[in-house]
């Protein structure tokens, strides 16, 4: 298995043709798979430390992943979707109680806070305060990069700059 789409347009991002000039490799790995604690263990036993690069692992839901030790662990709440905050799935959007989730989290950031109701925005916030008192809540705003097209060229980047589209109908 090698991921779903998150991991592909990562991997893709980071191939060394999307690199500044003069790096020559790319300065990721992408690993995928169910047992985060065995995929760090078998990656760092199979490549030697490069020096003076510090090792980092970036985990998409390794909040979660009570068996690895964390340094920086952040929780992403979607502004635009505050509905299912209250509950457990499979009626809500949470895999644990808030509460529970955010007192492990080093920090929280609020996505698409551009978008969002400001009333909406900061009664979230305040929420989140309430529940985890002294918690760091950080904004974030989402925007275009690029377009993929469904049928990808072989001879392609397969990513479209925004500007291709600028002045032009769509």
């Given at each position: 298995y090698r991921g779903g789409d998150e991991a592909r347009l990562i991997e893709e991002k980071f191939k060394a043709k999307n690199l500044p000039a003069g790096q020559a490799e790319s300065t990721i790995t992408v690993l995928v798979g169910p047992n985060r604690f065995q995929l760090a263990s078998s990656f760092l036993n199979?490549?030697?430390?490069?020096?003076?690069?510090?090792?980092?692992?970036?985990?998409?839901?390794?909040?979660?992943?009570h068996s690895l030790k964390k340094d920086l662990s952040i929780v992403l709440v979607d502004a635009m979707d505050q509905a299912g905050l209250d509950g457990l799935l499979p009626y809500g959007l949470l895999r644990e109680?808030?509460?529970?989730?955010?007192k492990r989290a080093?920090?929280?950031?609020?996505?698409?806070?551009d978008l969002a109701d400001p009333t909406q925005l900061m009664a979230l916030a305040r929420?989140?305060?309430?529940?985890?008192?002294?918690l760091p809540i950080f904004y974030a705003g989402h925007s275009p990069c690029g377009f993929r097209?469904?049928?990808?060229?072989?001879n392609s980047t397969g990513l479209l700059e925004c500007s291709v589209f600028r002045g032009k109908p769509v």
């Open positions: 199979s490549q030697p430390a490069a020096r003076g690069r510090e090792r980092v692992f970036i985990l998409d839901d390794g909040h979660q992943q109680p808030l509460a529970w989730g955010l080093d920090m929280a950031i609020l996505t698409h806070a929420y989140l305060e309430r529940t985890c008192f002294g097209p469904l049928v990808v060229n072989p």
